[in-house]
């Protein structure tokens, strides 16, 4: 399913979980033909994500609206700024409000918090990632999200990387065999990543043909020995307990990427706020 299509399904989905047979309140005291303008407006400052997605809602409800952006995703505003006009049937605003609202403020939420990462990491070589921390259904959100706020993704799923964790590794009877198992089933072409906890498994996974070898929880002296005995060999990701904090001494460690749960899993929504006026 294409990245169009999970959007499409999912809104799909919002819509008949919000809206279903229709908005009783509204149908009931506005007329089908009055029509309105609404702004939506940033009530705190940060970066904006979701505005595409948001247009695709309101077009399921009226297909003669009138769409005025004033920035795009992955733009910075600040608290007062004005993020979009939409003139179209009240109705259509009204059904559409709570949907588009709950969309905009997750994904600029999301969005706000990648940048604080990325700009922490301004000046190394490290990558900030997000991870498979997401809310269910939401994941092809949450992950545009990242993207506008300046992050880079990691694999979408279970279906598009091999990544051995430590219950593959114990349950196949270490990194060799879990490697090998793979490896026999699978094409080269598919990457490869390990998890490793200490320097004999990073030795491990570098003689199995790793692409990426994570460093899961390692302290930063071990983090940075790790990163000279695979020597640009694989691509290394820091991984397990990560914050701003710590961010930027992870970094000087020479990883590739430093991936971060948070960003995703303990989403502070942006304020934002919608006001209609009818004409």
């Known amino acids: ?42 009530k705190a400052d940060g970066i904006i994500s979701g505005i595409e997605v948001i247009r695709a809602v309101y077009e399921r409800f009226d297909n003669d609206i009138i769409w005025e952006p004033l920035v795009k995703d992955g733009d910075k505003v600040c608290k007062g700024d004005i993020i979009l006009r939409i003139e179209a049937s009240y109705r259509c605003l009204l059904c559409g409000e709570r949907l588009s609202l709950n969309i905009l403020q997750r994904m600029s939420g999301i969005a706000t ?55 593959h590794i114990k349950i196949a009877g270490g990194i060799p065999a879990a490697i090998e198992a793979v490896r026999r089933s699978l094409p080269l072409s598919i990457k490869l990543e390990v998890e490793t906890t200490n320097l004999e498994e990073v030795r491990q996974a570098i003689e199995g043909g790793a692409d990426v070898i994570m460093l899961d929880n390692m302290d930063n002296a071990t983090m940075s020995e790790a990163v000279k005995i695979i020597g640009g060999r694989a691509k290394t990701e820091a991984s397990g307990n990560m914050n701003l904090d710590r961010l930027r001494e992870v970094a000087e460690t020479g990883v590739d990427y430093i991936s971060v749960g948070a960003l995703t899993h303990s989403v502070k929504a942006m304020d934002i706020s919608m006001n209609i006026k009818h004409q």
């Open 1 to 42: 399913m294409s990245h169009k299509e999970l959007i499409d399904k999912l809104i799909d989905l919002a819509i008949e979980e919000d809206v279903s047979t229709g908005d009783i309140s509204t149908n009931a005291i506005i007329p089908v033909n009055s029509r309105a303008t609404a702004e939506m407006k940033a």
């Open 113 to 167: 918090e990648t940048a604080k990462y990325v700009e922490r990491l301004e000046g190394t070589k490290t990558q900030l990632l997000d991870t498979r921390k997401t809310a269910p259904g939401l994941r092809i959100l949450d992950k545009m999200a990242v993207k506008h706020g300046g992050g880079k993704n990691h694999r979408m799923g279970l279906y598009d990387m091999i990544m051995l964790k430590d219950n």
